[in-house]
T-cell receptor, first 115, second 117 residues
Framework: DTGVSQNPRHKITKRGQNVTFRCDPI?????LYWYRQTLGQGPEFLTY????????KSRLLSDRFSAERPKGSFSTLEIQRTEQGDSAMYLCASTIIPPGNQPQHFGDGTRLSIL | AQSVTQLDSHVSVSEGTPVLLRCNYSSSYSPSLFWYVQHPNKGLQLLLKYTSAATLVKGINGFEAEFKKSETSFHLTKPSAHMSDAAEYFC???????????????FGQGTILTVHP
């Protein structure tokens, strides 16, 4: 399967713990995005990378959140000192830019539940 | 700035009847528009895309959408619904070159489609 892969699919943790998610994009894609989707809402942009450079971060991304893409391939999203409000589906997507009109290809997401 | 409004949060149809999911958008630059479908606990699958070529766009599974610039609309249709079409559908806009939203996706709130036997 050459699609976008996300691990783990589900994560249950206690409030205050740290969690890390991984995304493996489609291999030739140079751009990688992270989104957060809460129940009943559409995905909201968190951050994106062009190769290994993190080019933009949403105001949704508090200082407890950090993302990396060290070699321009896979990416990790870490949440420190998790809070109840962090419970959501975290989606990763990848694409090739330019051109800017290419669709993004999504993984199946990581569902985070905070106890 | 760009935004998307999906006019119906829920649409219910009978199997074999037409489907219409409505979407209006706002974008400062020539946008690209997409429809994605999401089945429960899954990621998003691309149905179709508009990128300034033909205004009537055909997608997978018999879906199509028409880009109407004068109405800033991009409604999704299908002539005959199937049970397997039941899912949540998202209308999405991506900003064109030259704008601050170049390549960034902005999602609508989603429309849940229910198909009755």
């Amino acid at each position: 399967d050459t699609g976008v892969s996300q691990n783990p699919r589900h994560k249950i943790t206690k409030r205050g713990q740290n969690v890390t998610f991984r995304c493996d994009p489609i291999s030739e894609h140079n751009r990688l995005y992270w989104y957060r989707q809460t129940l009943g809402q559409g995905p909201e942009f968190l951050t994106y990378f062009q190769n290994e450079a993190q080019l933009e971060k949403s105001r949704l991304l508090s200082d407890r959140f950090s993302a990396e893409r060290p070699k321009g391939s896979f990416s990790t999203l870490e949440i420190q000192r998790t809070e109840q409000g962090d419970s959501a589906m975290y989606l990763c997507a990848s694409t090739i830019i330019p051109p800017g009109n290419q669709p993004q290809h999504f993984g199946d997401g990581t569902r985070l539940s905070i106890l | 700035a760009q935004s998307v409004t999906q006019l119906d949060s829920h649409v219910s149809v009978s199997e074999g009847t037409p489907v219409l999911l409505r979407c209006n958008y706002s974008s400062s630059y020539s946008p690209s528009l997409f429809w994605y479908v999401q089945h429960p606990n899954k990621g998003l699958q691309l149905l179709l895309k508009y990128t300034s070529a033909a205004t009537l766009v055909k997608g997978i599974n018999g879906f199509e959408a028409e880009f109407k610039k004068s109405e800033t609309s991009f409604h999704l249709t299908k002539p005959s619904a199937h049970m397997s079409d039941a899912a949540e559908y998202f209308c999405v806009v991506s900003g064109g070159a030259g704008g601050t939203s170049y390549g960034k996706l902005t999602f609508g709130q989603g429309t849940i489609l229910t198909v009755h036997p």
